[in-house]
């Protein structure tokens, strides 16, 4: 069965930066898109970003364009998201998912989910 869990989350003040990572096993993991999600409290959860199978294309968010950026590690089997510039809108539970799809920007691509990391950016 396939596993993806994140670190790095925590509490940050605005401005600030952090750096998630998702590990993931019991997949090839250069066959999967790797993308990242979130979902604030009382709000859907969103797309942030995608890298593809080899990480030479990458797609965000409004949201996050020029302040996130995704990278993968394919002999590490792992996808991080570092997060630069940090707004108290930037607050949620932070997701990181696999598909087979390329360039992958719905929930309903990503079959396998980790179980999230808490983001809080304090103001």
């Known amino acids: 069965q396939v596993q993806l869990v994140e670190s790095g989350g925590g509490l940050v003040q605005s401005g600030g930066s952090l750096r998630l990572s998702c590990a993931a096993s019991r997949l090839t993991f250069s066959d999967y898109t790797m993308g990242w999600f979130r979902q604030a409290p009382g709000k859907e959860r969103e797309f942030v970003a995608t890298?593809?199978?080899?990480?030479?294309?990458?797609f965000y968010a409004n949201s996050a364009t020029g302040r996130f950026t995704i990278s993968r590690d394919n002999a590490k089997n792992t996808a991080d998201l570092q997060m630069n510039s940090l707004k108290p809108e930037d607050t949620a539970v932070y997701y990181c998912?696999?598909?087979?799809?390329?360039?992958?920007?719905?929930?309903?691509?990503?079959?396998?989910w980790g179980p999230g990391t808490q983001v809080t950016v304090s103001s």
């Open positions: 890298v593809s199978w080899r990480g030479g294309v990458t």
């Open positions: 998912a696999a598909s087979r799809k390329y360039r992958a920007v719905s929930e309903s691509e990503y079959p396998y």
